[in-house]
Structure formats: structure tokens, C-alpha cells
């Protein structure tokens, strides 16, 4: 990776350090690249700002970093660090923070710093294509059984799965492709799910739906958006919420457009249909499972794999123990504020990101479901129907922020990432 401020190589007289300047814009552009939210990314540079003995202010957006570094009586200069933003990668969040942690301590230079990094980033993924696709398979099934669904309808999303990891993998391969993937997925699944019901077996579409676009709804980036507005960073929060609402309308409009094209190419009606219901333990088996597949999907480390299945298991059964007591809304609180609290005493005891568990266990917990039937009310001109379902995905996204908050005041994490 190259170095995204060329200037900061030659130290001038007045300015920033050239060594140090580079390793801060060089870490600003990897945090934003790989899923930090704003409040994490400035605090973080502004702690390795002050170790390396200058002073930074930084502004943080999805797409954009302005940092502005000013040495001991000297004047400040400010650079403007494009980010194009990816999809989280766990793994290389664990290293950005071990180099932080290791820069802040001078355990190594800001030079050798920015050297890691380019390693870090250079470095192959360890997980095969073959591998991430079978976990977006993996995933749907186990979001099937979250959804209800019996074991017609699992089997149908270890399909639907499949279908959304290959053209997920197909779109990448152009830019254009690309920024169409939601609406393709959306298509695609919904034209298959009343296809699947009408023509091979009886199940719930809607079901199928919800299961195999359970990896594309954007109720993370949701509640990533609220944490940040919540903590005034709110250009960043705005931009990123409506990331979000784009991502979700285009979702909605491929499945739109995929059940009305579905039901003119095969005009027979669909048997009533219900899921059978799967004994209770199947249930913990999917909680257990998912965490798995989300492993490969947010290139976690294998090691990490049970801190990720604990984390999962204390948010979903927190929530539902939450739900029972207080409704749907005031469980989701419980279960983040619990998980919370179990990534924190993580971060302290292993001297790792928060962020490895927390984003498994948040995941489990995002109203990404109920966001997506708010965008099918407005469709099938439900308005009052589409308003109270997105008022009901806000409530269960600041439920989610305020139970982090409140984790965060009772046990903080160890700071770096």
C-alpha cells in the first residue's frame, strides 16, 4: 500500500515530523478502509497523535479523514485522506491495533509502524473464495431458524445462500456491477423464493427472503450511525445512516420487482403453507453455528472463533431474556448492554479490539429484519404500516447504542481500537 500523503516523506521546517505525519495518515486511511466507526478512528488518532508528540485534530466521515497535525510551535497542516470504504475485516483491525499499541509504546518508530502496515495490508486473506461463499449459505440457514423457519425452509436458504455468495463474488469483479449488488440480490432471491414455493416444495417466502438477504441488510451500518450521532459525531452518523436507507431501498426494490415477475412466469397460486416448528435446542444450535460462518465473513481469526460463538450466545439469550421482562425494544438493551460488558473484559484481558466480539454479537441483534418488512409496507402502499415498522427499527437500533453506551460507562474497554 502506498503511503496516501506523499508530502509527509521530506520533514520541512515548522511542520509535523515526515516519519510520524506518514505512519498517522498511512493508519487514518487503513482504519477508515476497514470498518472503524468515527468515534474509534479520531480518538485513536489522536491518542498516537499526542504519544508522537504532536498535536491532531481529526474529522472523520465513511468516505473522507481530514486530519490536521501540528508540531510543538509550529504551525498546523491539513490533508485531506480519501477512504473508499470496505467490508469489515476483523483480522486486520486486530494488527492495526497491535501497531498502534506498539507505536504508542515505542516499541517500535512511526517508520517500522508504516512499514507494518503495508505488510498487514498486503497480506493475503486467509480464507478461500470457496469458503466465504459456503459461509453465506451457512449463514442464511442458521437466519432461517431465527426466522422460524422449518426445515424446508433451511434447506431452501442453504440455497438462497449459495446464490448470494456467487453473485456477490461475480459483482465484485466490477465497479459498476458493484453498486448494483443489493437490487440484484433482492431480485434474485425474491424471483427464487416464489418460484421454490410454487414450483418444488410449499414454504414461507417470506421466510426465504428474509433468511437469504439477511447477510446485505444494513442494520449494522444502522446502528453503527445512531452510536456515532449518539456521540455528536454527526456528519459522519448522517452520511452513514443514509447509507443504510439507500442500501435498504435498493433491497427493496429488487424484491419488489423479483416477487411481481415471479408471480407473471408462474401464474399458479402458491399452497398454504406453515413452518413446522423445530424443537427449542435447534434454535441455540443455529446461535452457536452463525457465529462461525460470520467468522469467514468479517475475516476474523480462527482463534477467535469462540470468543465469537460466547458472544453470541450472551447477546441473543440476554435479549430474550430482556424481551420476556421488558418487550422486544427494552430486550435489545439488555442483550447489547450484556454483550457489551463480556467484549470489554475481553478487551482488557487479552489486550484486543472490542470491536472482534462486539460486531458478531451486534449482528445477532441488528433490527435488519424489521427494517426490511418497514421498505415492503411502502412498496405494497402501506404506508402507516411501512412508518410504524421503520419507527419500531429505530427504537431497536437506539435500544442496541444505549445498552453499548451503558456497558461502556460500567466496565470501559481497553483504549486503542
Same mark, same amino acid.
Given at each position: ?8 516523506? /521530506? ?5 509535523? #515530523?515526515? $516519519? ?19 468515534? @474509534? ?18 474529522? +472523520? ?13 509550529? *504551525? ?20 492495526? $491495533? ?8 515505542? @516499541? ?6 508504516? *512499514?507494518?502496515? #503495508? ?5 493475503? $486473506? ?52 458493484? *453498486? ?9 432471491? +425474491? ?71 415471479? #408471480? ?34 468479517? @475475516?476474523?481469526?480462527?482463534? #477467535? ?19 420476556? @421482562? ?27 479490539? +472490542? ?33 410504524? /415498522? ?8 437506539? +435500544? ?18
Amino acid at each position: 500500500m502506498t503511503p496516501p500523503i506523499e508530502t509527509f516523506k /521530506t520533514d520541512q521546517p515548522g511542520l509535523p #515530523d515526515g $516519519d510520524s505525519a506518514t505512519f498517522i495518515t498511512t493508519m487514518a486511511h487503513a482504519l477508515g478502509t476497514y470498518g472503524a466507526s468515527a468515534p @474509534k478512528l479520531e480518538e485513536a488518532l489522536v491518542t498516537i497523535s499526542n504519544r508522537l508528540g504532536l498535536e491532531g485534530q481529526f474529522f +472523520s466521515t465513511p468516505t473522507a479523514v481530514f486530519a490536521s497535525l501540528k508540531a510543538p510551535m509550529g *504551525r498546523p497542516q491539513t490533508t485531506l485522506i480519501r477512504v473508499h470504504p470496505g467490508e469489515v475485516h476483523l483480522e486486520r483491525m486486530v494488527q492495526l $491495533d497491535e501497531i498502534l499499541v506498539d507505536v504508542a509504546e515505542g @516499541k517500535i518508530g512511526p517508520a517500522e509502524g508504516t *512499514r507494518r502496515i #503495508d505488510r498487514a495490508i498486503e497480506t493475503p $486473506d486467509r480464507y478461500s473464495m470457496p469458503l466465504s461463499i459456503a459461509s453465506f449459505s451457512v449463514s442464511s440457514a442458521c437466519a432461517a431458524r431465527f426466522f422460524g423457519g422449518g426445515i424446508s425452509e433451511i434447506l431452501a436458504a442453504l440455497v438462497a445462500g449459495l446464490m448470494i455468495g456467487l453473485l456477490i463474488v461475480f459483482a465484485s469483479r466490477g465497479r459498476d456491477l458493484a *453498486r448494483l449488488i443489493e437490487f440484484m440480490c433482492g431480485l434474485l432471491i +425474491s424471483f427464487g423464493a416464489v418460484a421454490w414455493s410454487k414450483l418444488v416444495q410449499p414454504i414461507s417466502p417470506e421466510v426465504l427472503m428474509l433468511a437469504g438477504l439477511i447477510v446485505l441488510f444494513p442494520g449494522l451500518t444502522l446502528t453503527m450511525s445512531i452510536n456515532e450521532l449518539a456521540s455528536r459525531h454527526l456528519s459522519s452518523g448522517t452520511a452513514r445512516m443514509m447509507s443504510a436507507v439507500t442500501a435498504l431501498v435498493s433491497i427493496g426494490f429488487g424484491v419488489g420487482l423479483g416477487t411481481r415477475l415471479a #408471480d407473471m412466469t408462474f401464474a399458479i397460486a402458491a399452497p398454504e403453507t406453515a413452518a413446522v416448528a423445530l424443537p427449542e435446542w435447534s434454535l441455540y444450535l443455529a446461535i452457536a453455528v452463525a457465529p462461525m460462518a460470520l467468522t469467514v465473513l468479517f @475475516k476474523a481469526r480462527p482463534q #477467535d472463533m469462540p470468543v465469537l460463538i460466547v458472544s453470541g450466545l450472551i447477546a441473543y439469550s440476554g435479549a430474550r431474556f430482556g424481551a420476556a @421482562k421488558l418487550g422486544p425494544e427494552l430486550g435489545a438493551c439488555v442483550g447489547a448492554c450484556l454483550m457489551g460488558l463480556y467484549s470489554n473484559m475481553y478487551s482488557r484481558v487479552a489486550r484486543r479490539p +472490542s470491536s472482534v466480539p462486539s460486531i458478531v454479537g451486534v449482528m445477532l441483534l441488528v433490527p435488519g429484519s424489521i427494517s426490511f418488512r418497514s421498505v415492503s409496507s411502502f412498496l405494497e402502499h402501506d404506508a402507516l404500516g411501512g412508518i410504524e /415498522t421503520a419507527f419500531a427499527t429505530l427504537l431497536v437500533a437506539m +435500544s442496541l447504542v444505549v445498552g453499548l453506551l451503558m456497558a461502556n460507562v460500567a466496565l470501559p474497554p481497553r483504549r486503542a481500537l
